[in-house]
């Protein structure tokens, strides 16, 4: 089951262009948290401790308690789970995070990675190859149930066979909302290269007759 992390959170009170821009410069990423029962707030929240969270969860959907700092040192606590992060496209920095407000008795949907475990015995000993149809899987589950990745024993692939969202053994709790029919993991017959084709014994035919002189212009 996936970790439940904690991380600090502070109001943000402006909104616009250039307040976003300050909050990056003091080190900070905007982000906002929302959900059924949550009045949308804006917050800001410390990017290094944010890309701290992130470098050790395999996925970028994680069940995070906010602790959200309030007037006179007081703080709240929220459940989430991160939505959206936000990359620059070029650089890859975080520019901003979307928090979806969650309760510990109340399913919630999550997209969680799909990890092969094992060697096909049609890999090793047929020369397959194992291809991956799905990356990610959207599951359901309560909150405490979110896995942070969906293993899958592959070993016992041949060339030709296959593995089907309906074929996962999913962890207690956690349902598949993909169609059962989808492909997941398949291993292929190997490929072998088309060799070229052999070259004909007769070539080209060269006529060697001399052409005639062109006549001297007088």
Request: with cysteine; net charge negative.
């Amino acid at each position: 089951m996936a970790n439940q992390v904690k991380l600090s959170a502070r109001p943000r009170t402006h909104a616009g262009r250039n307040a976003v821009k300050q909050v990056r410069a003091n080190g900070a990423v905007p982000a906002v948290i929302y959900g059924a029962h949550e009045t949308p707030a804006n917050l800001e929240v410390d990017r290094k401790a944010l890309q701290t969270i992130l470098a050790h969860a395999a996925s970028e959907h994680i069940l995070v308690e906010l602790e959200i700092a309030g007037d006179g040192g007081k703080s709240t606590n929220k459940l989430s789970i991160i939505q959206e992060v936000q990359h620059h496209p070029v650089r890859g920095d975080i520019l901003h995070i979307d928090f979806h407000a969650v309760s510990m008795n109340e399913t919630i949907t999550s997209e969680v990675p799909v990890e092969a475990a094992g060697e096909p015995v049609g890999v090793k000993t047929g020369g397959g190859l194992l291809q991956q149809q799905v990356r990610a899987l959207e599951i359901e589950c309560l909150p405490q149930n979110l896995p942070d990745f969906i293993s899958v024993d592959v070993s016992a692939l041949n060339i030709g066979d296959s593995i089907h969202v309906k074929d996962l053994t999913l962890p207690k709790g956690v349902t598949a909302l993909a169609e059962g029919d989808i492909t997941v993991f398949l291993v292929s017959e190997p490929t072998v290269a088309e060799e070229p084709a052999a070259a004909t014994s007769a070539g080209p035919e060269v006529i060697n007759e001399k052409k005639p002189e062109a006549e001297d212009k007088k």
